[in-house]
């Protein structure tokens, strides 16, 4: 490649530029706040796991883990891989770091960067973000319940309109075995009209089949048996109730039979909340029980439910324009180099009662000035020459209607920094 080629970002992978990134930010602000309410803690684990983490915890024969990962050996040999998802870490490091030994539950959440090798479209990325929460420890519905209803207050609070809630339990140790072998069944049946991804998960997986994407193999999947009316007793009766505690918050959702979700390590409940403004990549984020998971990483029994959600597709969902908002309160424009250091002055001033400021950072025409000013988006300019230092008043200009007006330096704080403490 040439010396002078651009270099671009990797495909699948971008940027979040300004003004986006400040709605990335409130997004992640509010997350934390709702999360504080509801007891939940922040945990950050590493990007990169060993393999055989998600091999075990995730699924062998998922798509993630089949097709998707960012897997490479290591100098020493060991194969690595670049998270696809956060679950499977959390629990690995509620194991090592022995949290079940502390009573009650663990409530845990964590925000970051997830990478699968996926086909690239809109709203979906080989580099996309997600939002987490795990409660680790009990396997009473009633956890369900509260961490269903925390995301509502979290959807709420950031004023996402049009969204639905898909819930389903997807049984137990006990009850799907059974389920499987059925589903098995009738697969035999019609498995030579499958799609070859669903013709394999016929001997390897067959509750795979039921997340296949493949339009033609829709109506088939339609008409396989549901895992409702095999649920054990236990099974059932959790259902029944987090049904029952969710309706009691209000909260609305339609039970979707055939939902499995794409990872292996779900048991019982299992939920998804779509959104009528994301196209294809429709769902918004996912979730649900998997008590087994700890003992398949090794590690004592410790029942946990979770939920995941996709930051990049939040954002598209609440779309950028109506919630940008100015990263700038006051742009200072200089003319001369004794009012550059006046304005600096002025600036680290402001800056430390926490107002956002912009300086000129070259001696340019008040014009151009003016210009860069409203391109950034600040809503006043502060013109800072020799005759405004003298005088210790300064002119003020609002970008909005163009009004001028002359301001003394405790007026300009008052204004902008709020009444001294
Ligand atoms: P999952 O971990 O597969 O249950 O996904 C949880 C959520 O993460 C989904 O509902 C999506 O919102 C989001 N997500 C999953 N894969 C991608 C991707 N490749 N790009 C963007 N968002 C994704």
């Known amino acids: 490649?040439?010396?002078?080629?651009?270099?671009?970002?990797?495909?699948?992978?971008?940027?979040?530029?300004?003004?986006?990134?400040?709605?990335?930010?409130?997004?992640?602000?509010?997350?934390?706040?709702?999360?504080?309410?509801?007891?939940y803690q922040e945990i950050r684990t590493p990007i990169v796991e060993v393999t055989e983490l998600f091999a075990r915890g995730v699924g062998q024969d998922t798509?993630?883990?089949?097709?998707?990962?960012?897997?490479?050996?290591?100098?020493?040999?060991?194969?690595?891989?670049?998270?696809?998802?956060?679950?499977?870490?959390?629990?690995?490091?509620y194991i090592e770091n022995r949290m079940h030994e502390r009573p009650g539950v663990k409530k845990l959440f964590y925000m970051g960067p997830m990478f699968r090798r996926e086909r690239p479209q809109k709203g979906r990325y080989r580099q996309f973000y997600q939002i987490g929460a795990e409660a680790i420890g009990s396997e009473s519905p009633t956890v369900d319940a509260e961490i269903i209803e925390m995301l509502f207050v979290m959807l709420n609070r950031l004023n996402l309109q049009g969204a639905s809630m898909l819930v389903?339990?997807?049984?137990?140790?006990?009850?799907?075995?059974?389920?499987?072998?059925?589903?098995?069944?009738?697969?035999?049946?019609?498995?030579?009209?499958?799609?070859?991804?669903?013709?394999?998960?016929?001997?390897?997986?067959?509750?795979?089949?039921?997340?296949?994407?493949?339009?033609?193999?829709?109506?088939?999947?339609?008409?396989?048996?549901?895992?409702s009316g095999l649920l054990c007793e236990g099974c059932k009766q959790h259902f029944d109730e987090v049904q029952s505690y969710l309706n009691d918050r209000k909260i609305p959702f339609v039970v979707s039979p055939r939902m499995v979700r794409g990872l292996d390590y779900?048991?019982?409940?299992?939920?998804?909340?779509?959104?009528?403004?994301?196209?294809?990549?429709?769902?918004?984020?996912?979730?649900?029980?998997?008590?087994?998971?700890?003992e398949d990483l090794g590690g004592p029994p410790a029942p946990g439910i979770g939920f995941s959600i996709g930051e990049d597709r939040f954002i598209l969902a609440l779309g950028s324009a109506d919630n940008a908002e100015s990263s700038v309160d006051l742009y200072i424009a200089w003319m001369g180099e004794a009012a550059f250091r006046h304005a600096a002055e002025l600036a680290r001033e402001l800056r430390s009662h926490n107002v956002a400021v912009e300086v000129a950072s070259d001696p340019v025409k008040l014009k151009k000035s003016l210009e860069i000013a409203s391109r950034l988006g600040a809503p006043y300019v502060l013109i800072v020459g020799?005759?405004?230092?003298?005088?210790?008043?300064?002119?003020?200009?609002?970008?909005?209607?163009?009004?001028?007006?002359?301001?003394?330096?405790e007026e300009l704080f008052q204004r902008f920094a709020g009444p001294a403490s």
């Not at 270099?7 to 997004?27: C, E, F, T």
């Not at 883990?65 to 490091?93: C, H, I, N, Q, W």
């Not at 299992?270 to 918004?284: D, S």
């Open 386 to 409: 020799d005759d405004e230092i003298a005088q210790a008043r300064y002119a003020l200009k609002n970008l909005s209607n163009s009004e001028q007006q002359t301001v003394s330096r």
């Open 168 to 227: 389903n339990s997807v049984g137990c140790a006990q009850c799907r075995p059974v389920f499987i072998e059925r589903l098995r069944n009738e697969l035999e049946k019609i498995k030579d009209q499958l799609c070859l991804d669903c013709q394999r998960r016929t001997v390897t997986n067959p509750l795979r089949v039921l997340d296949c994407k493949v339009p033609e193999d829709q109506p088939l999947i339609e008409s396989l048996p549901v895992l």
């Open 1 to 39: 490649m040439s010396r002078h080629q651009p270099i671009r970002v990797v495909k699948g992978m971008r940027d979040i530029l300004p003004p986006d990134s400040a709605l990335w930010g409130r997004v992640e602000h509010v997350a934390r706040e709702v999360f504080r309410a509801y007891a």
């Open 266 to 294: 779900y048991t019982r409940t299992t939920f998804e909340i779509v959104h009528g403004n994301l196209g294809a990549q429709n769902a918004l984020l996912g979730g649900g029980r998997y008590d087994g998971l700890s």
């Open 63 to 93: 798509d993630i883990v089949t097709k998707e990962m960012y897997t490479f050996d290591d100098r020493d040999g060991s194969s690595l891989t670049l998270r696809p998802e956060a679950t499977a870490s959390v629990v690995r490091s």
